[in-house]
């Protein structure tokens, strides 16, 4: 039996202190809340811990779009149920783009799946091209994943919509329909067209919609 390390593909991003995720917004400040020097003084056998503290948006690295990131009554991250983030059966479409449309998808069944689309634009990570003319979705492909019930939809990009527009029809469409969004993933190129199990959990907090995930694919599931 093959080992179980083989068959389970990291596809999120490190995290990293005063890193860039999106232009405009703060990188974060990752330091010691509590260090190992300081805690030495409380204990009388050696030990010593770190606790760490961490100041950061919730769009940074990898993460996880929630309807509630849309929409003020939609679904928040405390309210997501597990089985739509944990194990979903994946498939993945390839194109470069920059816009990918409806006929990307021709042919694939997303029923109920997560569809995570590689483009490739990951080789740009935390350099000035990631941030701009990046591979999208049109709106007429996050019309038909809806239609065609899809449950979650990734993508190796800066954003799944066109940021050179100001709106944002493909968050709109797929949040509205409570289809979840992982963005700025990474490593879709080690994943096969299909055959495998998506995993994206982020935390249970009340009153957030977006926030960072270690996404993982399982192979041969």
Not at 46 to 74: C, K, S, W
Not at 193 to 218: H, L, N, S
Request: with cysteine; aromatic share 8%; proline share 5%.
């Amino acid at each position: 039996m093959a080992d179980r390390t083989e068959r389970l593909v990291d596809l999120s991003h490190v995290i990293e202190d005063g890193m860039t995720t999106y232009k405009g917004l703060p990188g974060p400040h990752i330091c010691d809340f509590w260090s190992r020097e300081h805690s030495a003084q409380y204990y009388d056998d050696g030990a010593t811990f770190q606790i760490g503290r961490i100041d950061m948006v919730a769009n940074t690295g990898t993460y996880l779009d929630a309807p509630f990131h849309r929409f003020a009554e939609g679904a928040d991250l405390a309210a997501l149920n597990l089985a739509t983030l944990a194990g979903l059966e994946g498939v993945v479409v390839r194109s470069e783009g920059p816009a990918i449309g409806p006929e990307a998808f021709a042919g694939r069944d997303v029923a109920g799946k997560a569809v995570l689309v590689h483009t490739g634009w990951d080789r740009h990570w935390r350099t000035e091209a990631y941030q701009s003319g990046h591979p999208f979705l049109t709106e007429a492909a996050a019309q038909l994943l809806v239609e065609r019930g899809a449950k979650l939809v990734g993508m190796d990009s800066h954003n799944i919509d066109d940021t050179a527009r100001r709106a944002r029809p493909v968050h709109t469409h797929l949040l509205g329909a409570g289809v979840l969004i992982c963005e700025h993933m990474t490593n879709l190129g080690a994943l096969p067209d299909a055959g495998f199990r998506f995993t994206a959990v982020p935390p249970k907090v009340r009153g957030m919609g977006t926030f960072p995930v270690r996404a993982f694919a399982q192979l041969g599931g």
